[in-house]
């Protein structure tokens, strides 16, 4: 397995060469740091099915929360928010919230009260009510006047790199709240569930203009390592400068990613990770055990949304733009699960090498194809026969059918993926 994983790894770095040599370093560049981001992003992936066994389908809603904090953390500070009456009505609004949330924690629990029945039922929805038009008739307002005056919040100002932490943090936090409702559910159920929570989340940022700008998009977002400007204002050529920046940019995505693995590795081979292997295989002779289920589950949940949340967080730094309309389902969730099922559920590198082959497929099949499609439309026009029509959105449309020949192949040959999951087992 080592040999064939080399090898692998080998390949991939050929092929990563050529496309250097056919698409020029700036390209070959810029697509590798997307690439690192996204291997941190399946490794979070492979840690929910490949170690849990826990279907999420909603990956996009992590990365749109991800790309959110590192916004709101690195962007610079609107001063015209702060010298206005929003901070003001914002800390109204959020004493609001917690006071809707303790109400609705006293209904949960009035049965301590003696309220029993139906009545409890009854008390816990008017609380809910009771607390939605408190929490809005502050909230409102307030982002009337932010978006009036100050346009939105804007950030914080401090280093991306907190950004990249925070977005860890914020995708933990509803990672829980999804965990505690939806981790209860069968496998299928699990995947709509999630799905629709990827789409409410999606909703929220899009529509909330006075915190995240919604459709207008936020730039540009300050990169944590220095940018090709900054060399370029020591003197430097811009060719070379865009090289350094964007090699200092993917050293660091590498440390990262670098870290991630290591410590899921070390966790994993581990009793902790032969804990999760049982309760993955049959959750119903680990509960038997003793094994708090729910539990683990909940806690492999959390860990593997923290680093699409760090990941989703990188790409927008790369980027410098938070455009919440640009967050698609085949991009952000479906092409993160093929990267997965070809590169082998279950084992780290296969997660990572499942990401940079997928990622360099996806973005080099449609200048390829494009290039060919001209080469035989200029060949079928000097012959007398007709052009290819609409050769760029041919070009585009044959990502897709791209990206299906090589899972075809990938499950025709490998269909626990090509570098699949190893478990030592002690005779």
């Given at each position: ?195 629709g929570i990827s789409e409410i989340i999606r909703a929220l940022i899009k529509n ?49 990613l670098a870290a991630a693995i290591w410590l899921v590795s070390r966790a994993y ?159």
């Amino acid at each position: 397995m080592i040999r064939r994983s080399l090898s692998l790894f080998a390949g991939l770095f050929a092929m990563i060469l050529l496309v250097g040599w056919l698409m020029g370093i700036p390209f070959t560049s810029s697509r590798l740091v997307e690439a690192t981001a996204y291997a941190l992003i399946a490794l979070g992936l492979n840690i929910q099915w490949g170690y849990g066994g826990l279907f999420n389908f909603g990956i996009m809603g992590f990365l749109m929360l991800g790309g959110f904090a590192v916004t709101f953390i690195s962007y610079p500070i609107n001063a015209s928010f702060w010298d206005s009456e929003g901070p003001w009505m914002l800390l109204r609004a959020a004493i609001a919230f917690g006071a809707g949330a303790m109400l609705v924690y006293g209904a949960r629990h009035s049965d301590r009260l003696g309220v029993r029945g139906k009545w409890c039922g009854f008390v816990i929805v008017l609380a809910w009510f009771v607390a939605y038009c408190v929490y809005r008739s502050q909230i409102d307002p307030a982002a009337a006047y932010i978006e009036e005056t100050a346009g939105f919040v804007g950030g914080l100002g401090i280093n991306p790199v907190f950004g990249w932490l925070f977005g860890g943090v914020l995708a933990a936090g509803v990672a829980w709240i999804v965990g505690k409702i939806a981790l209860g559910l069968r496998t299928d159920y699990l995947a709509i569930a999630t799905i629709g929570i990827s789409e409410i989340i999606r909703a929220l940022i899009k529509n909330m203009d006075w915190l995240t700008r919604g459709t207008l998009t936020v730039s540009p977002i300050p990169w944590p390592t220095p940018l090709p400007q900054d060399y370029q204002a020591g003197g430097m050529e811009s060719l070379d400068a865009l090289i350094l920046a964007r090699g200092g940019y993917l050293a660091l995505a590498l440390v990262v990613l670098a870290a991630a693995i290591w410590l899921v590795s070390r966790a994993y081979a581990g009793p902790w990770g032969r804990m999760m292997r049982s309760i993955r295989d049959n959750h119903i002779a680990a509960a038997s055990m003793g094994k708090d289920v729910k539990s683990r589950q909940l806690e492999i949940f959390i860990l593997g949304s923290v680093l699409m949340g760090i990941g989703g967080a990188m790409l927008v730094s790369f980027t410098q733009i938070f455009d919440p309309t640009s967050y698609q389902p085949i991009n952000h969730t479906f092409l993160i699960w093929v990267m997965i099922i070809v590169g082998g559920s279950g084992n780290n590198w296969g997660a990572v090498f499942g990401a940079v082959l997928i990622w360099m497929v996806w973005v080099v099949s449609e200048p390829l194809s494009k290039a060919i499609f001209e080469m035989v439309s200029y060949w079928s026009t000097s012959v007398g026969w007709l052009e290819i029509p609409d050769i760029e959105s041919r070009s585009a449309q044959m990502r897709v059918f791209v990206l299906g020949l090589v899972i075809t192949i990938a499950l025709r040959y490998a269909p626990k993926g090509l570098i699949p999951e190893v478990v030592r087992r002690d005779k």
